[in-house]
Every structure is written in C-alpha cells, then in structure tokens.
C-alpha cells in the first residue's frame, strides 16, 4: 500500500530588492585609514614629524628627472616600467622580470591580499602592525587574524601558533611601524621555513634602507629562494618621493605573473618612473640621510629617556615616545603643535598613550627636546 504527500509550498527565498548598491560585509567592516596631521594653526614655523617623511627630499638628480619629465607628459608611460625595474635590478643585483613596480608600496600590498584571499580565507599581521595590512585584507573579502607582539616587537612563534588551514597570507613589517622594532634575518628566515608552502609570507621593507644592525636583512634572500615569500620597497621613504606614489616587489616568478596580471596596465607614471631611476643611482644622497638618520635615533632617544621619557628603541627613522596614559600623551601632542611640531597620534594602532616622532632636521629635533623637557617640567609625569 503506497502512501501519497500533498506537497508543500516551496518557500519563497526572493532576495529583497536593496534601495543602492551595497559593498560586500569587509569592506563595510573598514576603518578608514587616517593619516597624520601636516598642520598646525597659529606657529610660526612648522615641523612636519608626523609622516616618516625624509628630512632631506629628494635627491636634486630625481627632481631635475621629474621636472624633465613634464615634457612627456601627453605621453602614455611604459606600462611595465622596464628601465625602473633594470635601475633596480642593477641597485640590487635582481632578476628583473621578478620586480613587479606599483602605486607605492601600498598598492602591492592590496593586490596581494586581492589575489591570494577568497572569502572565508585569514591574513595575518601583528597587533601593532601596518594599518594597511588589516585594510587590504578585509577589501578582499578575507578575515583578519591579528596575533600579539612580544615587548612591542613581532613574535614568530604567536604567529605560527595562528596559521590554520584557512590561513593563506601573512604579513610583516620589518622593521615595523609604528614601533620601529625590528626582527633579526635568522628570525624571519626561521618564519618563513615553518610556514606551510601555500602561505604567502609578505616581507614590508619599507624602512629597510635606514637599519644598520649587522642582524638584519630586509628579505631579498629569502624572496629570491622560496617560492612563498616575497619582500616589498618604497620609495616614498629614504628617497623622498612620497607625493609620487612608487613602490616595488621583488617575487617569485608565479607571484610576479599573478601581479601582473591583475595591477593597472599604466600604474606607475612617467614622472614617477624617471625620478625613481634618478633616485636610485644617487647612493650619496641615500648615506647622507642614513648616517643623519643613525646620529639623531641616538641622540633624541638619549635625551628623552633622560628626561623620563620611555623610548622604545627603534632603527627606523622615527621613535615611539610613550606618556603616563592617553590623556597624557593627547596633553602632549597639543602642547608640541602649538610649538610648530606635529608628531603622529597613534591610537588607532592600539597605543593610545604613545606618539610617533619622525627623525626631521638638526633644528627640529632638538626643538623637540626642549619642547618636551618644557612640558616634563610642567608637572606632567612622563613615564608610562
């Protein structure tokens, strides 16, 4: 005997009409980025210490191939950059077809974290890492993990500790900012030997030229060697081209194609492309700001900490100033811009009670040792 069901309704699963067009969940989950202040109403002299800008531009030969430049401009530039990428290779000793150039660094970083995350897949980085990274990763549908440093600096083994199956980017600066902590080369060479094979390492060097610690490589090693990992430079740094936006990766041929494949056909400009070449060759203009950046870390580090400042040691080209509390390290960063100095709050890294000094010019860094020995003095508690 058969038994006969009267068949249900089917539910209805029409998706409601939206009133606009909606981002998908990550990209609603963004914190803009927010970068530092460049002004200060009412003093009669700025200095700008807020941005890890260098204190000395740019080399004269790189604005002299930017001002050349201007005649070209009508023109289309080489969409793969080939000159820069020779001007690099030459620099570094580098295969060029593994150099992929970009819109700064921080456009690498993002097409990175586009290609290699799906929906449901984590990225990396530490708790006081690049804001950026936690951006790229979120846009591209992944999921941030974020794993804590150890005395402020990257700690390898939370970071293994972290990686899961679903794990498939990590990113770290080294030396890293805000910090301007960094992790010696066995370190990081021991990160990238214990990552599983299908997890991307991404190695942001974007302060690598200012260390001079015997311990420390900025990646190219280990990029060159591994199929996984892969290291990217500014120019916007030591070289002093930040308003051109122009960065560079060196990568395993496979990662380099999946770039390529993906980036904008023309996006580095022509003036960019010349005055990164000009500045690449001009190495004096780079020692010069290396051996001010190596005397001044020394010399502002030694003299806030006699204040009662507590510095965390840097070999970047800036220091992390730490205060008693946020309220504290806000009463501060007033007090310095109503002297002309304007120093980076960095709150949204997770250091509410910490302010970020970029290494500026003889006469800005010794205004803000006076500045803040000024407001020691006025009773205000500075250790943290």
């Not at 993002?110 to 804001?131: M, V």
């Not at 070289?239 to 936006?245: D, F, K, Q, S, V």
Request: aromatic share 8%; glycine share 8%; charged share 15%.
């Amino acid at each position: 005997m058969t038994q006969s069901f009267s068949a249900s309704p089917a539910p209805d699963i029409t998706p409601l009409p939206l009133s606009q067009p909606m981002p998908h969940a990550g990209v609603l989950a963004i914190d803009p980025y927010v970068p530092g202040k460049s002004s200060a109403p009412g003093a009669a002299k700025i200095h700008k210490l807020s941005s890890n800008e260098t204190p000395f531009g740019p080399s004269p030969a790189a604005q002299q191939a930017f001002i050349d430049s201007a005649k070209k401009l009508s023109l289309y530039p080489d969409g793969t950059a080939t000159a820069l990428r020779s001007a690099i290779a030459a620099h570094h000793g580098l295969d060029p077809a593994r150099i992929v150039c970009g819109a700064g660094s921080d456009e690498l970083l993002s097409l990175l974290a586009t290609i290699y995350l799906a929906p449901g897949d984590e990225g990396i980085f530490t708790e006081h890492g690049f804001l950026v990274y936690k951006i790229a990763i979120l846009a591209a549908g992944g999921t941030p993990v974020v794993v804590p440093e150890k005395n402020l600096t990257t700690d390898i083994d939370a970071i293994l500790a972290a990686v899961t199956l679903r794990t498939k980017i990590v990113f770290i600066a080294n030396p890293n900012n805000p910090t301007g902590t960094y992790l010696p080369f066995s370190e990081v060479k021991r990160l990238a030997t214990s990552l599983p094979s299908h997890v991307l390492l991404v190695l942001d060097a974007a302060y690598g030229e200012y260390v001079t610690r015997n311990d420390y490589s900025a990646g190219l090693e280990l990029a060159a060697t591994h199929e996984n990992v892969i290291m990217t430079r500014t120019f916007s740094k030591i070289y002093g081209l930040a308003a051109l936006r122009l960065g560079w990766c060196y990568a395993p041929a496979a990662v380099a194609d999946a770039l390529n494949r993906v980036r904008g056909p023309f996006n580095t400009s022509g003036p960019a492309i010349a005055a990164g070449i000009a500045a690449i060759k001009d190495q004096t203009h780079v020692d010069r700001a290396i051996a001010h950046n190596e005397a001044w870390l020394g010399k502002l580090t030694e003299a806030l900490t006699q204040i009662g400042f507590t510095v965390t040691p840097s070999v970047a080209n800036f220091l992390l100033v730490h205060f008693l509390d946020a309220a504290t390290a806000q009463e501060a960063d007033a007090f310095l811009t109503g002297r002309g100095l304007i120093l980076r709050s960095v709150a949204s890294y997770g250091l509410p009670h910490c302010l970020r000094l970029s290494i500026g010019l003889d006469e800005a860094n010794q205004l803000v040792i006076d500045s803040l020995r000024e407001f020691a003095n006025k009773g205000a508690n500075p250790r943290d």
